[in-house]
């Protein structure tokens, strides 16, 4: 595995600490900053686990074996992120960035939602029945909240195609 990988993953729990500490004491920069932050770490766990599975077809193809072993294949730390709780903060920044016309606020809502959504198909394809289950119930209750649908469309509209941004 490449170095910044493991760098990220080892930086990340005291991160994640050091977060969960100074919650409530964010202004709307610290806001900004932590959204890119998760997102980015989101999709380096996604991309170590992408990694990881490649590596496991491979050795089972080598080997000739019909089950995969999915002791190496989990999802560290990323529960604590993606999670409902987790979605539903990203969903509450990007309705307050769309409605306070806070763009950056709403930019980085999106691109750390955008990355939760990856982990939650990353799950569905898992064999573990425990991430499908998850991916399926977190799938199924934003398929349904009317109000995300709502936000989505919302979003969407504020879309300028001649920027590709919002607002």
Same mark, same amino acid.
């Given at each position: ?17 050091? *977060? ?8 709307? @920069? ?11 770490? @989101? ?11 490649? !590596? ?16 190496? *294949? ?19 920044? =990007? ?10 606020? @709403? ?30 119930? =977190? ?24 920027? !590709? @941004?919002?607002?």
């Amino acid at each position: 595995m490449p170095f910044s990988i493991i760098y990220t993953i080892a930086l990340f729990p005291p991160l994640l600490e050091d *977060l969960e500490s100074q919650k409530g004491l964010l202004d709307d @920069t610290g806001r900004v900053r932590l959204l890119y932050m998760l997102g980015y770490f @989101t999709n380096a766990f996604v991309n170590v686990y992408k990694i990881q599975r490649r !590596q496991v077809n491979v050795l089972n193809m080598r080997r000739d074996f019909g089950d995969e072993d999915d002791e190496i *294949l989990d999802f560290p730390y990323i529960s604590q992120i993606v999670n409902q709780g987790g979605i539903g903060m990203c969903l509450r920044q =990007i309705s307050d960035g769309m409605d306070s016309a806070n763009w950056s606020q @709403t930019q980085a809502s999106m691109y750390c939602f955008r990355s939760m959504l990856r982990v939650v198909n990353e799950m569905s394809k898992s064999i573990n029945p425990d991430f499908k289950d998850l991916s399926s119930f =977190i799938q199924n209750n934003l398929f349904y909240d009317g109000g995300v649908m709502d936000l989505m469309v919302k979003v969407s509209s504020s879309f300028k195609q001649s920027k !590709q @941004t919002l607002g």
